[in-house]
Nanobody, 119 residues
Framework: VQLQASGGGLVQAGGSLRLSCAAS????????MGWYRQAPGKERELVAS???????NYADSVKGRFTISRDNSKNTVYLQMNSLKPEDTAVYYC??????????????WGQGTLVTVSS
């Protein structure tokens, strides 16, 4: 399974960015997709996740500002980030958990995309 993430970049505080992540590779089903992030000197933390049925989970620090969504037909997850703050600066990693044909359950991570929020 491969994950291709895009959408990171540099934005001023208060601005918006949209991340996307597409999964490919003989996938039978995806149970959960989402994003973690890791800021310099900090541990990786969950930002948001979404199940096939649309159940979402957000870190307290992003609730009300970030919205996660997915297109099941495209095996793609999106993260709309509004009202960005400098403390949102981090490398954002997409992840996917599901079932792969001929393999069984999988857990896969994307390569990471850098989001930088300037003050």
């Amino acid at each position: 399974v491969q994950l291709q993430a895009s959408g990171g970049g540099l934005v001023q505080a208060g601005g918006s960015l949209r991340l996307s992540c597409a999964a490919s590779g003989n996938i039978l089903s995806i149970n959960n997709m989402g994003w973690y992030r890791q800021a310099p000197g900090k541990e990786r933390e969950l930002v948001a996740s979404i199940t096939t049925g649309g159940t979402t989970n957000y870190a307290d620090s992003v609730k009300g500002r970030f919205t996660i969504s997915r297109d099941n037909s495209k095996n793609t997850v999106y993260l709309q980030m509004n009202s960005l703050k400098p403390e949102d600066t981090a490398v954002y990693y997409c992840f996917s958990e599901g079932v792969r044909a001929g393999y069984g359950e999988y857990e896969q991570w994307g390569q990471g995309t850098l989001v930088t929020v300037s003050s």
